[in-house]
């Protein structure tokens, strides 16, 4: 396993259609090995594959609060069958918008169909926390960031704001 550079914005690999998964190989599992670990020490509570660079239709998620007791869930092609007409709200941010959050309304409950890390079909409901984590990440594998839900004025601030820092970051480097 090993921890990967985490991609932020405004990286346009973001804004990429990440690629459907053909099979769950060893290589795939490799990727959500590291996937996981770059998740954990970010730290994070989901992460996908495109936030690594690699856009492939893949996702990590860890919501357990018990750093002794992990439990992660791997989905691999994941798809949103169902979504609640209720909305839940929640502060959200994003390992590749850092330090940036804001109040986002989603679907408080909704049903994704997967594979999991065996490459078996899975279909799962979930709620609260758990389904808004698992809509912000497919969103990822869409090329959609959290930020599109706000105004378009709060988006170029944040937009703005992130890309200074790059700079700024860049010239420390050099
Ligand atoms: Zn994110």
Same mark, same amino acid.
């Given at each position: ?27 795939? @599992?490799? +990727? ?8 954990? =020490? $970010?730290? !994070? ?5 495109? #936030? ?26 994941p ?13 959200e ?17 909704c049903?994704? @169909?997967? +594979?999991d ?7 799962? =409901? $979930?709620? !609260?926390l758990?389904?808004?984590?698992? #809509? ?21 601030i ?13 010239r420390?480097?050099?």
């Amino acid at each position: 396993m090993a921890i990967k550079k985490i991609v932020t914005v405004p990286d346009s690999i973001l804004r990429k259609k990440s690629l459907v998964v053909e099979k769950v190989d060893k290589e795939i @599992k490799n +990727l959500m090995d590291d996937m996981l670990e770059t998740m954990y =020490k $970010a730290p !994070g509570i989901g992460l996908a594959a495109v #936030q690594i660079g690699i856009p492939k239709r893949i996702v990590v998620i860890d919501i357990s609060k018990d750093e002794n007791k992990k439990d992660p869930i791997y989905f691999v092609n994941p798809e949103l069958t169902w979504k609640s007409k209720e909305k839940a709200t929640y502060e959200e941010g994003c390992l590749s918008i850092p330090d940036q959050f804001a109040k986002i309304d989603r679907p408080e409950k909704c049903t994704v @169909k997967f +594979l999991d890390y065996n490459g078996n079909t899975k279909e799962m =409901k $979930a709620e !609260g926390l758990l389904a808004t984590c698992i #809509q912000h990440e497919i969103d990822h594998l869409n090329g959609i960031l959290f930020i599109d839900y706000l105004s378009k004025l709060k988006k170029d601030i944040i937009i703005k704001k992130l890309s200074k820092n790059k700079k700024e970051l860049e010239r420390i480097v050099v």
